[in-house]
């Protein structure tokens, strides 16, 4: 098995098993073998007996499959979560906030991620008719269960991750978009807004919307769109949150409408969720789907088809705490199947991530992924039926296939399981051609390409000396030693513009059916123009969200050169606050 030092600390630290002393009882090895026998038993339920085993085990112990973090973690052991993803709804009264709070903190110490919209909570300031007192609004709310997901960490093998959304026209928006300015507040939660077609169309016109009491339905005031909008430019371009995500955008991909409206995504903003809902991802190494310079479309066609049964599977296997979630899981069978190694999948073909080529080939090999994944869905509805609620879905229409899933494509940031794979993340260009990564309990990890090193060395301008100042500056970008081919090629993420970053993402975006995760970088010196101009450019090329982070905006960030201190999150490539 081809797995790096790095790999292996990553594994001993996290995902093999361990004894009540807290001895690595299990290897890499024998963790594939675990998750493949126990995700292949599905297969008993239906009588559909096929190489599941063999196959399953395959593809993760060569690396060009592996499912998300929960699976590898928990398949085939006393806990049966399975699932990275979760949408839980948050209610207008303290009863409902306290029952999704107890909901979060089971999640959370299982594994999951959780994300929630607080827009149905009545504003701050308004009247609470039970008692006649004072609503303290959502952000207090937030507050809450930040300290909550703060005190559970995950039982030490992943800390736990929130997504907050609240929408654009709520009352208590200016409160929401602000709040992490300052230092140390809600640092377990991502942030975004949920914007609506009505404040672009406003934005756009230079007028201004109205902002509406969630529990009156009244309006309460008008804003002007383009301050608004200005504000959360200002606060993404100091500390990289909030993000957006464009509701109307999500609904309209919304594949069973008459369950309800989309109002939140997991921590990442990847998966848009109903309330209740779980989704479990996976991810196919592009990194390992390369032969002789070009695409093997028919290994990848294997695995994608092998994927899709695998996480099918997943969702018989799960045992949920929560009847609500086990009920709409079961109905919907969401799968996100994603990929992971895209830069370096680039680089082997001799395509710089910046570039009209680098787009094209990841339209080309999402559209074949995008097909084979309903195909390999539609098999699977044939031998053991489609989802539950297909009656009331989007496919139960003339001409629309039957399918098993009710989604299937996921671009996640595949932040561990990357490094299991040794690849470079999700969609992401490579940051640096060296650097350094900070895991769980700060043990830093040297990450240097493989692919720069064996050029260098195989072009002879491989020396230490170059190798210690790349490490030091990250970026090959103007160094006389390396050829001008070789710099274009070794494009990092600040090597770019914004453009090319939003460009690739919303190029995965139109095969996804549910959304992409990925980090807008930016160089220091951007400008708060820089991140407004980006965030009209993501809703004009149909990104179902952005997220932006300008370099060393925070005091302590995911990735960087070894210059600066570093800390990772599991869930995301530069934003969750570190803890």
């Excluded at 939660?189 to 406003?202: E, K, P, Q, Y």
């Excluded at 990289?240 to 997991?266: C, K, R, S």
């Excluded at 989802?387 to 296939?401: K, V």
Aim: proline share 4%.
């Amino acid at each position: 098995m081809e797995l790096s030092d790095n790999a292996l600390k990553v594994l001993r630290r996290r995902y093999l098993l361990k004894d009540e002393h807290g001895k690595v009882i299990e290897t890499p090895d024998e963790m594939f073998g675990r998750v493949a026998r126990y995700v292949a038993s599905a297969d008993e339920v239906y009588g559909d007996v096929t190489h599941s085993l063999q196959e399953f085990y395959s593809v993760m112990s060569d690396l060009e499959f592996l499912p998300n973090s929960p699976t590898l973690m928990n398949a085939g052991t006393r806990l049966k979560q399975l699932a990275a993803c979760f949408v839980l709804p948050v209610g207008d009264s303290l009863d409902e906030i306290f029952e999704t709070l107890k909901n979060a903190a089971i999640i959370h110490q299982s594994g999951g991620g959780t994300g929630f919209s607080f827009s149905r909570l009545r504003p701050q300031g308004d009247i609470v008719g039970s008692t006649g007192g004072i609503a303290s609004g959502p952000v207090s709310f937030m507050k809450v269960f930040d300290a909550a997901t703060q005190a559970i960490k995950q039982g030490g093998r992943r800390r736990g991750a929130n997504m907050g959304i609240l929408r654009v026209d709520h009352p208590d928006i200016v409160d929401f978009i602000t709040v992490k300015h300052e230092p140390g507040v809600l640092t377990n939660f991502n942030l975004s807004v949920g914007v609506t077609d009505t404040f672009m169309d406003a934005l756009e016109a230079g007028g201004s919307y109205e902002l509406i009491n969630p529990r009156t339905g009244g309006v309460t005031e008008c804003k002007d769109a383009i301050e608004i909008f200005d504000l959360i430019a200002a606060s993404a371009w100091e500390s990289g949150e909030p993000g957006l995500i464009f509701l109307d955008g999500i609904n309209q991909d919304n594949p069973t409408p008459e369950l309800g409206a989309i109002e939140a995504t997991n921590p990442c903003g990847e998966q848009p969720l109903l309330p209740y809902e779980a989704c479990n991802l996976g991810s196919i190494n592009l990194d390992k789907m390369v032969k002789d310079q070009t695409i093997d479309y028919d290994k990848l066609g294997r695995t994608v088809d092998i994927a899709v049964r695998f996480l099918d599977n997943v969702i018989d296997l799960e045992q949920f705490l929560l009847e609500h979630i086990d009920r709409m899981v079961k109905g919907n069978r969401k799968i996100g199947l994603g990929v992971m190694g895209f830069a370096d999948m680039l680089i082997q073909l001799g395509i710089a991530y910046n570039s009209l080529e680098a787009v094209q080939a990841a339209e080309e090999v999402m559209t074949f992924i995008c097909s084979r994944a309903a195909e390999a869905s539609e098999k699977i509805a044939q031998r053991r039926g489609v989802f539950g609620n297909f009656n009331g879905s989007i496919y139960n229409r003339p001409g629309r296939p039957a399918v098993r899933n009710a989604t299937r494509i996921t671009i996640a940031p595949t932040g561990s399981i990357s490094i299991i794979a040794g690849c470079s993340s999700g969609i992401e260009p490579i940051y640096a051609v060296s650097y350094v990564k900070t895991v769980m309990e700060g043990e830093k990890l040297m990450v240097t390409n493989p692919y720069f090193e064996k050029i260098a060395r195989s072009e002879g301008f491989y020396s230490d000396e170059l190798m210690e100042r790349i490490a030091s500056a990250g970026s090959v970008q103007g160094m006389p030693d390396v050829p001008k081919a070789v710099q274009q090629l070794f494009v990092t993420s600040h090597d770019m513009g914004y453009e090319w970053h939003i460009r690739l993402q919303a190029a995965f975006q139109k095969y996804a059916d549910n959304a992409v995760s990925k980090t807008i970088n930016f160089r220091h010196d951007a400008t708060k123009e820089d991140v407004n101009r980006a965030f009209r450019l993501a809703y004009t090329l149909g990104c179902k969200g952005i997220t932006v982070y300008r370099d060393r905006s925070r005091n302590e960030q995911v990735l960087t050169t070894v210059e600066d201190v570093l800390q990772d999150c599991d869930y995301c490539g530069a934003v969750l606050n570190p803890t």
